[in-house]
């Protein structure tokens, strides 16, 4: 059979879905979700989507990928996994930020615990910004030149990031646990594995624990309550909140904070990135709570060490490769509250965001799914590019216009260039998502185009189905569907 890339039409958020042949099977990927959190076949727009524009797709998705946090891409991915499988589908397994992994256990076990830590966590950070933001304001400058900030011109998730990098790495009280397999694995690795047993050890849990958070998920009132709704405790003992001490260290070092009745400014901050830390939470929940109650495995796919240097490495070999992260055969489960909220808050960087090659076979052309990267290191800029890591394709691919085809993300235009060479003209871009502010540069002049959702070009509620069909062992050019994109209403 060929193989068929479709761009969702959705109402908000962006989501992929590649049919494909393998090693003998048919094979459907999922990458990402969309923003739609309403659940239910009739209501959740992802579901309808897929049942309208892919037909074949009968009950199995085999492989769900989740990019990053980004709202528009992680926000409808547990409403969409809900209806799935309450309906009687399947999944065969989730590929996720390696960020979420030190939180699963509290979160299916103790999630006020897992509360309470990013509550303490996003105090923390916002106190360190502020107390770093003050510094500055303070320094005096030779010949009455006013101080400037340096966080003006900076994201606070460039400053998260920097203590993040800063921090000591606290092992005190941690757990090694060890996921099924070790990296690059092939599709026959998976033969011959009881699914409960690689759900259960995936997740980091032995079959008897993992029964347990099952009878738990169907009969305890815990987990019949959102995280935002348990956590609304700790908002409410903000103001009056003076220290807290967090323990990191084998030393047994107590790092003590000031509490934020002297700035507001702070303690507005604490409470945003505390809201924030919580929706991924949230989600960290809802995914894993609906693995546990189906016995779906995981893989961990992690940005932070593939920025440290690591090479990337994982996936399934010879089918379907991350090129900026490495798949963890071994994670923690943390316990520094700190560490717990940056893993999480930071999993939402456009820069962590996973990419992931489809490999060209000699039958089947190649795809690379982008997400929200600029295939460089760097939080507001790009300040380092990426290695390239394809599988070198012989023939044009399908790639997914990287965040949307905002202008701030062109740099990755300069990489495929480099990365695909004289293929890279030949090759198809796909734009879905993005919002009405957002501005479109590079990406317009790209030769082969198609998008799904254009706030830019057609307004708000405006969305087109764009499927690519193959034609012998290459893409079809133009699109089986999707008109071509039109002319921005406003100069960009």
């Known amino acids: ?26 094979w459907v990927i ?77 979160a299916l076990t103790n999630p006020d615990r897992l509360a309470s830590m990013l509550h303490e966590g996003a105090n923390a950070a916002a106190y360190e910004i502020g107390r770093r933001q003050r510094a500055i304001d303070k320094e005096i400058q030779p010949m009455g030149v006013r101080p400037t900030r340096e966080g003006a011109f900076r994201s606070i998730q460039s400053m998260l990031h920097d203590q993040y990098a800063e921090a000591e790495v606290s092992t005190d009280g941690q757990t090694k646990v060890f996921s099924a397999g070790d990296g690059d694995r092939r599709i026959s690795d998976l033969e011959g594995i009881r699914r409960t047993t690689r759900a259960a050890n995936s997740w980091g849990f032995s079959e008897d624990d993992w029964e347990i958070i099952r009878s738990d998920l169907e009969t305890s009132e815990l987990h019949a309550e959102p995280l935002t709704e348990r956590a609304k405790v700790f908002e409410q003992f903000q103001a009056g909140m003076v220290v807290f001490e967090s323990r990191s260290g084998e030393g047994n070092t107590y790092r003590r904070y000031r509490g934020f009745e002297d700035s507001s400014e702070d303690n507005q901050l604490a409470r945003s990135l505390f809201r924030s830390s919580l929706d991924t939470a949230e989600a ?46 071994q994670v923690r489960r943390e316990t520094d509250a700190k560490f717990m909220f940056f893993k999480l808050t930071l999993t939402e960087q456009n820069v962590a965001s996973l990419v992931f090659q489809r490999v060209e076979t000699d039958d089947e052309p190649g795809v690379l799914f982008l997400g929200d990267s600029r295939l460089a290191f760097g939080i507001d800029r790009p300040v380092g590019d990426f290695d390239n890591h394809l599988v070198q ?54 030769t082969n185009r198609r998008c799904a959702q254009c706030y830019q070009c057609h307004g708000s509620g405006w969305s087109q189905l764009v499927q690519i069909n193959t034609d012998g062992r290459d893409w079809s050019w133009p699109a089986d569907q999707g008109g071509k994109c039109g002319v921005p209403k406003r100069k960009m």
């Open 393 to 446: 394709p012989d023939r044009p691919v399908v790639y997914t216009a990287a965040h949307h085809g905002s202008r701030n993300n062109d740099h990755a235009y300069k990489m495929l260039g480099k990365w695909l060479a004289a293929l890279f003209d030949e090759s198809i871009a796909v734009r879905n998502g993005g919002v009405w502010n957002q501005t479109l540069s590079r990406f317009l002049g790209v």
């Open 1 to 26: 059979m060929a193989s068929r890339f479709t761009a969702l039409p959705l109402s908000s958020g962006e989501s992929f879905i590649l049919e494909t042949d393998h090693g003998g099977k048919r």
């Open 284 to 329: 960290i929940r809802e995914i894993s709570s609906a693995a546990a109650m189906f016995d779906i495995p995981v893989r961990w796919f992690d940005f932070p060490e593939f920025e440290k240097g690591a090479l990337p490495s994982g996936g399934l070999a010879g089918f379907l490769k991350p090129l900026n992260a490495v798949e963890l055969t």
């Open 30 to 106: 999922l990458v990402d979700g969309g923003q739609s959190k309403l659940e239910g076949p009739t209501k959740n727009g992802l579901y309808k989507a897929v049942r309208e524009h892919c037909p074949e797709i009968t009950d199995t998705i085999d492989i769900a990928i989740c990019t990053h946090r980004d709202h528009d891409h992680a926000g409808g991915f547990p409403a969409f996994i809900k209806t799935w499988l309450a309906e009687g589908n399947d999944i065969g397994e989730f590929w996720l930020p390696g960020g979420w992994a030190g939180a699963v256990e509290y």
